[in-house]
């Protein structure tokens, strides 16, 4: 059968008819090409009318265009701290490299499709693994935190699965990446129903590593709790004690400052992990879902883009404030100690 029926919506999709076992599109809207295993090869182009090849092209442009603009920040901020040898930024210059690599492919090349060309699968699965993997290693110190805290006790679920946690990251960053290669190689086979099960496959190993992150994400939260606490008690030391405040204040502000700087970062990582695990489950789940996976991954990886560009500027400003501060500061110490010319009149 050539129209193809998914959930409760008509056999054609909101924007086809179906004519006589048929589908015609309105003008400007196709079947995706991509993660289709139901309709025959030659019956494609007038299946499901799911895909706007204008609006999706335009979505591999603007992620490019983030991308590229997030790398040449991320660069440059970290020359302005001399850190452009470290690990991280050596990540982050891999993964905004590997998201602009499939976006220019795709762009000079619509016929490269998600899930039929080898490579462009290849490029796509693993960009998202190396933004998750590294987000892991990158907040793991709040695992690190919870499974040493003093504040909980031996028995306590968090502590034991926050250890627990620590132990198999390794194996479980491993197992996560191996399961999801499934996706590209998916590619080489022509049965679609073996297919298929591969492809859903890879969503669940993608699945786990997005909720082992929540879990991390969640434990930075007894870290802000903790820091809000000694704030309070800082603060209440103050107030009972002047010459409290007058130490403690630069201590006070530079905690107050952290707290703020943990919360957006814990509700933007929130936002970006709850995403992409609704795409992934819901892929699992859903055929009509998976038949647009391309169309919410990469709505969810333009999102994600545009707020770690956000992170890096927010950044990029602190360390020009940083220095227009040490310069200023720099200029007044300078002046204060440069000596005053008395003249001989009014020395007289």
């Known amino acids: 059968m050539v129209c193809v029926d998914i959930l409760a919506l008509k056999p054609c999709g909101n924007m086809g008819t179906c004519i006589n076992g048929?589908?015609?599109?309105?003008?400007g809207w196709s079947q995706s090409l991509?993660?289709?295993?139901?309709?025959?090869?030659?019956?494609?182009?007038?299946?499901?009318?799911?895909?706007?090849?204008?609006?999706l092209q335009a979505l591999f442009i603007l992620h490019c265009v983030l991308c590229i603009a997030g790398l040449i920040i991320q660069v440059y901020t970290s020359?302005?701290?001399?850190?452009?040898?470290?690990p991280r930024v050596f990540v982050a210059v891999l993964l905004f490299s590997s998201h602009i690599s499939w976006s220019l492919i795709r762009t000079?090349?619509?016929?490269?499709?998600l899930g039929v060309n080898v490579f462009i699968s290849f490029l796509w699965m693993n960009s998202f693994i190396i933004a998750f993997i590294s987000s892991w290693y990158s907040q793991s110190r709040y695992l690190?935190?919870?499974?040493?805290?003093?504040?909980?006790?031996?028995?306590?679920?968090?502590?034991?699965?926050?250890?627990?946690f620590l132990k198999s990251t390794l194996v479980f960053s491993v197992a996560c990446t191996i399961g999801a290669q499934l996706f590209w190689i998916s590619?080489?086979?022509?049965?679609?129903?073996?297919?298929?099960?591969?492809?859903?496959?890879?969503?669940?190993?993608?699945?786990?590593?997005i909720l082992y992150l929540v879990f991390v994400y969640y434990a930075a939260k007894m870290v802000v709790s903790d820091m809000k606490e000694l704030i309070s008690v800082q603060e209440s030391l103050g107030s009972q004690n002047v010459g409290v405040v007058g130490k403690s204040a630069g201590r006070l502000r530079l905690l107050e400052k952290t707290v703020q700087k943990l919360e957006r970062i814990r509700a933007s990582n929130y936002v970006i992990a709850a995403?992409?695990?609704?795409?992934?489950?819901?892929?699992?789940?859903?055929?009509?879902?998976?038949?647009?996976?391309?169309?919410?991954?990469l709505i969810a990886s333009v999102i994600s883009a545009a707020m770690v560009i956000n992170k890096i500027v927010i950044k990029y400003r602190h360390l020009q404030e940083k220095r227009n501060n040490r310069m200023q500061f720099s200029t007044q110490s300078s002046s204060a100690l440069t000596p005053v010319n008395v003249s001989s009149g009014d020395s007289s």
Request: glycine share 2%.
């Open 275 to 297: 995403s992409y695990g609704c795409v992934f489950a819901s892929s699992i789940l859903s055929n009509f879902i998976l038949l647009n996976t391309h169309y919410l991954l």
């Open 79 to 86: 020359a302005m701290l001399n850190k452009l040898q470290t």
């Open 187 to 209: 590619a080489f086979g022509k049965n679609r129903e073996q297919a298929l099960i591969l492809v859903r496959l890879s969503h669940f190993f993608m699945l786990l590593l």
């Open 22 to 27: 048929t589908c015609f599109c309105e003008p």
């Open 34 to 55: 991509e993660f289709n295993y139901w309709a025959d090869e030659e019956d494609l182009k007038g299946s499901l009318c799911n895909q706007n090849v204008s609006f």
């Open 144 to 164: 690190k935190y919870v499974a040493t805290s003093f504040r909980l006790e031996a028995e306590s679920t968090l502590r034991i699965l926050s250890k627990l």
């Open 108 to 113: 000079a090349d619509p016929s490269a499709l």
